[in-house]
């Protein structure tokens, strides 16, 4: 059987040939640079669509000193990442902005302390052109591992880390946590409720530290016994929501750190047939459509734009990765709104 031929890719002559300029101004439209009247660019790219040209990607590296690639690192072990939606929401959020800017995401997960050792040699390898991290922890090495690999790096969460001093200047996105928690716990309290408990996220996470303090903002002279840690998950939710009526028997109202602590307490109050709202009313946090609104009662909460916070860390790195070209000024961190979203639980 004779052998067949592989068939020919188009080349950066053909694109020019085809638009009727030079290789060298094709090779500017091709690979994003600047300087060329727009008739021209109109041509070439009508070229490339016509004939199904696809830069080399090495060469492009090369002209642009971008390598077209953004690292998005979670501190959180997968089996955390693929059960909780929040990551999933502000995944998309960067994917889309990404994608829209033509630019790969890569996922780095940390399942232990081991793994920062390998994200610090892959980021330092000229893989990336940045970084994305969120759900850092006070003591996570992230920060000092971007630094160190000379790469630009936007956070997600106001950061509080104590690794990398002088980092505290990095653009980071964040929702108004404080401000979302005192929204939620004065409703309860203008609800009538007198005992309003508190299921904290994990101390070590500036988001559950700052919805802690709204919860205080509100409530100055705090009962000890109406407060349960969590970690932002299910069980912890549940556990810390038995532990509470295990002390306080007559609380009236709980808020929770976060939907998912909320649907794990909402399961224990009904499993002792406790009425929600009417014994004890319930407010989390994140508004999550795939926890608030599938439990029972729907889940009265506050929301924050989970995937609109992706999008603006990607358009934040994106940026300050174009201010060499553009002149633009540094990213600013970005504060996003928080609102209470009434259901039935409160």
Same mark, same amino acid.
């Given at each position: ?30 690979? @994003? ?18 004939? @199904? ?14 390598? @077209? ?9 997968? &089996? ?9 929401? *502000? ?6 902005? %990404? ?7 890569? /996922? ?12 610090? $040699? ?7 052109? @940045?970084? %994305? ?52 716990? $004065? ?8 005992? &309003?408990?508190? &299921? ?10 700052? $919805? ?6 509100? /409530? ?23 532990? %509470? ?20 307490? /909402? ?36 929301? *924050?734009? &989970? ?10 790195? /994106? ?23 009434? $259901?039935?639980?409160?």
């Amino acid at each position: 059987m004779p052998e067949q031929s592989p068939v020919s890719r188009p080349t950066l002559e053909a694109v020019a040939a085809r638009a009727g300029v030079s290789r060298a101004t094709a090779s500017r439209v091709v690979n @994003g640079g600047e300087g060329v009247r727009k008739p021209l660019v109109d041509k070439v790219l009508q070229a490339v669509e016509e004939l @199904g040209y696809v830069p080399n990607h090495a060469a492009r590296t090369l002209v642009t000193r971008r390598t @077209g690639a953004v690292a998005v690192v979670i501190a959180e072990p997968e &089996i955390r990442i693929f059960s909780d939606p929040f990551f999933s929401q *502000q995944i998309r959020g960067i994917s889309k902005e %990404l994608t829209a800017h033509d630019t790969q995401l890569v /996922l780095l997960l940390v399942e232990g302390p081991g793994d920062f050792d390998r994200i610090a $040699r892959y980021l330092s390898g000229g893989h990336v052109d @940045g970084a %994305l991290a969120f759900s850092l922890h006070t003591h996570d090495p992230l920060p000092t591992i971007t630094r160190q690999a000379g790469i630009p790096a936007v956070y997600g969460g106001r950061p509080s880390w104590t690794a990398a001093p002088g980092d505290q200047a990095v653009p980071y996105v964040d929702a108004d946590n404080r401000g979302g928690a005192r929204l939620a716990v $004065r409703y309860l309290r203008d609800l009538g409720r007198e005992r &309003i408990a508190h &299921i904290c996220g994990p101390p070590d996470q500036t988001s559950a530290v700052d $919805r802690f303090d709204g919860y205080r903002d509100v /409530l100055l002279d705090v009962d000890p016994t109406l407060i349960a840690d969590g970690s932002f998950t299910v069980e912890s939710g549940a556990r810390a929501m038995a532990e %509470l009526l295990e002390r306080r028997p007559d609380l009236d109202a709980v808020f929770a750190a976060n939907d998912l602590m909320a649907s794990g307490a /909402l399961r224990v109050l009904r499993e002792r047939g406790i009425a929600v709202p009417d014994r004890v009313a319930l407010v989390g946090f994140d508004d999550m459509d795939s926890v608030a609104e599938e439990t029972d009662p729907p889940l009265t909460t506050v929301n *924050q734009d &989970i995937e609109g916070q992706g999008r603006l860390m990607a358009r934040l790195l /994106l940026r300050g990765l174009d201010r060499d070209r553009t002149g633009a000024e540094a990213p600013q961190s970005v504060i996003t709104p928080t609102t209470l979203v009434r $259901r039935a639980s409160a």
